[in-house]
């Protein structure tokens, strides 16, 4: 069998109909969109046509995009942004919640440095946090809530509407980074009361290096990069036409098929939990309903996560134990630590993300290599010897 790719939320394959539309701009149309010629103008209009449908497909108006080079950019430009409005009125208060992504939490630590107080709502074992813990949290001196719309590790879904409601009736500006859930789920930052939300598009099957962040009008942006008048003055530098024409397409793409992928993943996605909970001394993470269609994450007890994913890579299966960006590192998940996994578990994780693309038989497979892999590695630990003949305690039931 063929390598069965399990790993979209780190990053997807790109779609056949984006790489097509993208390829006349790296080509003929190759003008820089500033430019008044006539090859710079056809870009020029690439550019306002892509940037009119993404905001369609969110819900706003074609002046509240901007482009920036992912998902990490605009988490950035959106909370410094907010950050900056605030101090001007004396608050610097934060509510944000522990299983961001680093691309905020560090963000937000650096404004620490800078004399904001960070308030970071505690998630439920369920991978969730409520409205009313928001509500609670915000304080007269509150200038930003940020919470994402997706984890990126156990795809729990968050109630953004209801935050959006509180945030709006309270004034304070409300941020949601949906880089997991933009062209998986049904965003709409009007209903859902967002003013600022971050995309990326190599997580839609765009292009790496791509991305947007959204901003109500009326709410000033901070610029981190100096230079042109490109993005209103906002964000500096040549727009890279073909990344943006690409994500505009694969954003299309993506929503008008959305029912029916949504349909086939929730399938697939259920099959491969029905399938790994039977794995004795196995918990699932995050909340089993709501949760994105792509996402499986599971905690196998007296397991190493990374000896679990170098041996299913030799079985022709790309895993993950959490987040790319923290693979590498020796420390447990932030994610899973915040869900109150303690530390010998929470190295035990498998994530496996779904792509429309994989099928019943990819996923049929997967789930006996995870049970035969898991049993094998059980078989040489130590650990798993102590937990069985009892001179240690089963964590998980
Ligand atoms: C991937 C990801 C990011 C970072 O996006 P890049 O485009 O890779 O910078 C931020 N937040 C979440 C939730 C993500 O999944």
Aim: charged fraction near 25%; include cysteine; aromatic fraction near 4%.
């Amino acid at each position: 069998m063929a390598q069965i790719y399990l790993d979209n939320a780190a990053t997807t394959k790109m779609s056949k109909t984006a790489i097509k539309a993208m390829l006349p701009y790296m080509d003929e149309i190759y003008g820089n969109p500033s430019s008044l010629h006539s090859v710079g103008q056809k870009a020029a209009e690439a550019l306002t046509e892509s940037r009119r449908r993404i905001a369609k497909r969110l819900g706003c108006d074609e002046k509240e995009i901007l482009f920036t080079s992912g998902g990490s950019e605009s988490d950035n430009q959106a909370i410094l942004s907010a950050a900056t409005i605030g101090e001007r009125k004396g608050k610097k208060h934060i509510v944000s919640t522990a299983f961001e992504h680093h691309a905020v939490l560090h963000t937000l630590q650096k404004l620490k440095k800078h004399g904001f107080e960070i308030t970071l709502l505690p998630v439920s074992e369920d991978g969730l946090i409520t409205e009313q813990q928001v509500e609670n949290a915000i304080r007269p001196d509150t200038c930003l809530v940020s919470v994402m719309y997706a984890n990126n590790e156990i795809g729990t879904i968050q109630p953004i509407e209801k935050i959006g409601e509180i945030c709006r009736k309270k004034g304070v500006i409300f941020h949601t980074d949906a880089v997991q859930a933009v062209g998986h789920v049904r965003v709409d930052v009007q209903r859902e009361h967002i003013d600022m939300l971050s995309l990326s598009a190599h997580k839609f099957h765009g292009s790496k290096g791509i991305g947007a962040l959204y901003v109500r009008k009326g709410i000033p942006l901070t610029s981190l990069i100096e230079g042109g008048a490109q993005e209103r003055g906002k964000r500096a530098g040549t727009e890279n036409i073909p990344a943006i024409v690409g994500m505009a397409v694969a954003l299309d793409e993506a929503c008008e098929n959305m029912e029916k992928n949504t349909k086939k993943l929730t399938k697939l996605r259920n099959m491969l939990i029905d399938g790994l909970s039977t794995i004795p001394h196995s918990v699932l993470n995050g909340d089993c309903e709501k949760r994105l269609p792509t996402n499986v994450s599971f905690c196998f007890e007296g397991i190493e996560g990374e000896s679990l994913l170098l041996l299913l890579d030799d079985k022709g299966i790309c895993a993950s134990s959490g987040s790319a960006c923290t693979s590498g590192s020796l420390d447990p998940s932030h994610v899973l630590l915040a869900i109150g996994r303690v530390h010998d578990i929470a190295h035990g994780s498998l994530r496996l993300t779904l792509s429309e693309e994989n099928t019943e038989e990819e996923i049929k497979y997967t789930v006996s290599a995870v049970k035969e892999v898991v049993a094998y590695l059980r078989g040489m630990s130590p650990i798993w010897r102590d937990l069985v003949n009892g001179k240690k305690e089963f964590i998980i039931k």
